[in-house]
């Protein structure tokens, strides 16, 4: 009986949770109406419109792919897109890493190349994500995705607001940032042969490969095509918005 008592809390959390996450995800799609409603004043509707509306309704889907991980309903992957999204943070501590170069599938269009990284377990001092869009009638349309400390270039370290993940991984084809405390780096190892510690992360044999068992990088700037979670993360001080305009790194400390 206590057993079942404990099981029928479980389910009832995880359904709390999942409704929370249906509100968050209402209130984005609220968001897109009225940006829509907006667009209908113009002089110019009919395929326009439509185009945004389904745009729109993009960038809600991904919004709520956080929303459904921040509250442990999903813990799989954020997104892999056509068009790259940029990724910033001040600070990505990771252990048992491992990277290679590998083909990413764009859904139809033309394949492209990108370096695949991994991380057993990352730290990371603030996340974030600017998807960008733009649509007929609405112009320039941005989703800004912010979680943990502000993004602004330094480390604060408030207290709750580290973002932990098990088994993350970044789609890239362009990343820079400053690496330090880089412990037991393999350059050069074939990629079929990789391992973030008891976890394989095996890419084409032969190709050019990576590992370390402590892999730091400040200041991170990334184009992605996808972060994937095989494993948990826990994004205090989530925020979602759909703005006008371009946004840019700047905007991540806002």
Not at 171 to 185: E, M, R, V
């Amino acid at each position: 009986m206590k057993r079942k008592t404990i099981r029928m809390r479980l389910a009832d959390a995880v359904r709390r949770r999942r409704e929370a996450a249906a509100a968050r995800l209402r209130g984005l799609r609220d968001t897109s109406d009225a940006m829509l409603v907006r667009a209908e004043e113009g002089p110019r509707r009919g395929t326009r419109k439509q185009s945004a509306a389904l745009a729109l309704t993009a960038f809600a889907g991904l919004a709520g792919m956080f929303v459904a991980v921040s509250q442990d309903v999903l813990a799989v992957n954020f997104t892999t897109a056509n068009t790259a999204y940029k990724v910033y943070t001040d600070k990505v501590s990771g252990l048992n890493a491992a990277g290679y170069i590998n083909v990413q599938d764009l859904y139809g269009a033309t394949d492209k190349a990108v370096a695949q990284l991994g991380f057993k377990t990352a730290t990371l001092n603030g996340l974030c994500a600017i998807a960008k869009q733009n649509l007929p009638v609405l112009g320039d349309v941005s989703l800004l995705v912010t979680a943990g400390e502000p993004v602004d270039g330094t480390l604060t370290n408030p207290a709750g607001q580290a973002i932990n993940a098990q088994q993350l991984y970044l789609s890239s084809d362009n990343l820079s940032g400053t690496g330090d405390q880089i412990a037991k780096l393999t350059l050069g190892q074939s990629a079929d042969t990789l391992m973030m510690d008891t976890v394989p992360f095996s890419g084409t044999p032969g190709a050019f490969g990576l590992q370390a068992q402590t892999l730091n990088v400040s200041n991170l700037d990334a184009d992605s095509y996808g972060i994937d979670l095989q494993g948990q993360i826990n994004l205090p001080n989530l925020k979602i918005r759909v703005l006008p305009g371009a946004k840019t790194k700047a905007d991540c400390g806002s």
